[in-house]
């Protein structure tokens, strides 16, 4: 079995998906799981795109153990001198440079010729490696590059050091079987190759990444780039899930396989999308609701008799439990910590003391507390440390009256009032809200799903709302959808604080 490297650049192409804004200690929660996961390398980000960028991939180069870490940087001698300073504490530390070598991105986007990119290559690698001795270069756009240019550049990139070499199918133009005949020429026309992984890192927008990165494993590529949940700049990255668990279930066609620990997939996909506030789709490849539910008749018969008529996987193998005990109102501490272990919470003292109240309080609003509800309360309780907190809400709506609300936000022990009218409940909670906010956002982006099934299924809502012309993405779950809509607003609204693209309230408060 040939062995391939799993890159996991969630925390950088991933964070690069439109309103994705994750702060240090999400980016580190991340980080934390994904070193759980078992990935080889982690990208943690490009530390001179900005001091929050620099703080992330520091911290998380002096605390994860376990996978190599790596930061991106142009080729320039500012860039990877950042990059470094953010990572040399790291135990295992990688500088991952790049530069264009495609025609169309050295005409219109550098602006320099071949032999101008083929240097500033050469002189960033040479750079790089004099600081770290774990150096990756990657030839942006490489799929669309002239074939002997590129493999020139690599040779010499080679030369001056670098370990692996990255072929990114940057903008997903690749196909299969195309993008593997151009790894094989790369093989033979690249002298030095053998002293070098290779690695690719394929885009989605023709929805192709998982199959690019397959096929060029099949031709000989050793490292794959990729993000959980296949997120990523545009259309996304190649999903890690996927790429997995195709190499697992089908190990007798690639003979390859990787160190990933499958039975953290499901939970590290949950924490991403929760995290990120990227959604999984409901059909998306293994770990979507759907991926081992049947439906047809014929289908369910045959699972029931022999689970592998219909499945390929089983839902244990990445971590997806069937509920064995459901939890609700009449269950006590012991039942609830034991459920929250088997999750993978360690909760202790204070902190179950606080899940285990919040817990309680949902058990009254709602009857079964499913698995899905669990993981939701975790991602509340952790958002009760925020700057801003729904202290009340307040709504009349119905088909005879002005949809009215009223909302009290806590904010550095300060109590924040509004009331406000609008088309519908949900949109008079959130002028009450852009009110208190001094109108600092704009909502551009509102989604509802139930998380779980059942007439008393929680209401999960998303939202990105826009400060300062960025997006920020917002995650609320309530059994009252307002009140989950109000929560997903204030979630981006103390994203948006955190990351310091919007500011604290000018409005007068009501109450010390
Ligand atoms: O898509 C791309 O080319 C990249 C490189 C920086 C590796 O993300
Ligand atoms: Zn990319």
């Not at 992330?56 to 153990?65: D, E, G, K, N, Y």
Request: net charge negative; charged share 20%; glycine share 8%.
């Amino acid at each position: 079995m040939q062995k391939v490297y799993i890159f996991d650049t969630t925390l950088r192409d991933g964070e690069q998906s439109p309103g994705v804004a994750l702060n240090t200690a999400e980016k580190l929660e991340i980080a934390a799981q994904l070193a759980s996961l078992g990935v080889d390398v982690i990208e943690a980000g490009f530390p001179i795109a900005s001091e929050g960028d620099f703080n992330a991939v520091q911290q998380i180069a002096r605390t994860i153990q376990g996978p190599i870490i790596s930061a991106l940087a142009r080729t320039s001698k500012s860039d990877i001198a950042r990059a470094w300073e953010a990572l040399k504490d790291a135990k295992r530390p990688r500088i991952h440079t790049f530069i264009a070598t495609s025609e169309i991105h050295m005409q219109h986007k550098l602006r320099k010729t071949r032999e101008e990119v083929l240097a500033a290559a050469v002189e960033g690698v040479a750079y790089a490696k004099s600081l770290c001795p774990d150096v990756e270069f990657s030839a942006e756009d490489a799929s669309r590059s002239d074939l002997d240019f590129l493999c020139l550049v690599l040779e010499r990139v080679i030369d001056a050091g670098a370990n692996v070499v990255n072929i990114p199918d940057t903008v997903g133009y690749a196909n299969p079987d195309e993008f593997a005949e151009f790894i094989r020429a790369i093989r033979a026309k690249t002298p030095n190759i053998a002293k070098a992984i290779i690695s690719v890192h394929c885009h989605n927008d023709l929805g192709l990444a998982v199959a690019n990165s397959l096929a060029a494993i099949r031709a000989g590529a050793q490292q794959v780039e990729c993000t959980v949940n296949g997120i990523g700049e545009r259309a996304g990255n190649a999903a890690v899930e996927e790429l997995v668990m195709a190499l697992y279930t089908r190990a007798n066609y690639y003979q390859a396989e990787t160190s990933i620990v499958t039975h953290e997939i499901y939970r590290t996909s949950t924490l991403v999308s929760r995290l990120t506030g990227m959604f999984v789709q409901q059909n998306k490849a293994v770990v979507g609701k759907n991926a081992f539910a049947h439906e047809s008749g014929i289908h369910q018969d045959g699972v029931l008799k022999e689970r592998t008529t219909y499945e390929i996987m089983n839902p244990k193998l990445i971590g997806i439990e069937t509920e064995s005990i459901v939890l609700g109102k009449h269950s006590g501490r012991h039942a609830f910590h034991d459920r929250m272990t088997a999750l993978g919470y360690s909760l202790e003292g204070q902190e179950l003391d606080a899940v285990f109240f919040l817990f309680k309080a949902l058990a009254d609003r709602k009857k079964d507390i499913t698995t899905a509800d669990l993981i939701a309360l975790m991602e509340e309780e952790k958002k009760a440390k925020a700057l801003c907190l729904l202290e009340f809400l307040q709504v009349t709506s119905g088909t005879r009256t002005v949809p009215t609300a009223t909302i009290g936000l806590r904010i550095n022990g300060n109590l924040y009032e509004e009331a406000a009218v609008g088309d519908g409940p949900v949109d008079a909670a959130f002028k009450a809200l852009e009110k208190i906010t001094s109108g600092g956002g704009v909502l551009t982006n509102y989604l509802i799903e139930a998380i779980s099934g059942g007439m008393d299924a929680q209401g999960a809502v998303t939202v990105t709302v826009e400060f300062n012309h960025r997006a920020v993405i917002g995650y609320g779950v309530s059994p009252d959808i307002i009140e989950a809509s109000v929560k997903a607003y204030l979630h981006a609204y103390n994203r948006a604080l955190d990351v310091g693209i919007t500011t604290l309230p000018l409005a007068k408060v009501q109450e010390a």
